[in-house]
């Protein structure tokens, strides 16, 4: 079955860094763009970066540009989100998404991991 599993978060300082990373199985990865989005209870969820299925083309949130890096391996069916001088403003449960809208209309995929809380002490 489709899965996509975090793991790397934790409590950091600020100006710390963290690594988290997302491994899927299940589908053909290759295929899906990938993205990191964060919630914060009580907000809405909030895409932070993403990916192109090739890699070749990445996005990111205007509050986490020049900090974070998303990076994907399609050998090893892995995304990751390199996190740089974090802030306290970063604290939240990060989720790691994968997307594909397959042209000629057949639906879309759309698939979700449990997310990994990301704490930033001040």
């Known amino acids: 079955q489709v899965q996509l599993v975090e793991s790397g978060g934790g409590l950091v300082q600020s100006g710390g860094s963290l690594k988290l990373s997302c491994a899927a199985s299940?589908?053909?990865?290759?295929?899906?763009?990938m993205n990191w989005y964060r919630q914060v209870p009580g907000k809405e969820r909030e895409l932070v970066a993403a990916?192109?299925?090739?890699?070749?083309?990445?996005v990111y949130a205007d509050s986490v540009k020049g900090r974070f890096t998303i990076a994907r391996d399609n050998d090893k069916n892995t995304v990751t989100l390199q996190m740089n001088s974090l802030r306290s403003e970063d604290t939240a449960t990060y989720y790691c998404?994968?997307?594909?809208?397959?042209?000629?209309?057949?639906?879309?995929?759309?698939?979700w991991g449990q997310g990994t809380q990301v704490t930033v002490s001040s």
């Open positions: 998404n994968a997307f594909w809208l397959p042209l000629g209309g057949s639906g879309e995929y759309d698939y």
């Open positions: 299940g589908f053909t990865f290759q295929n899906f763009a």
């Open positions: 990916i192109t299925a090739s890699g070749a083309r990445t």
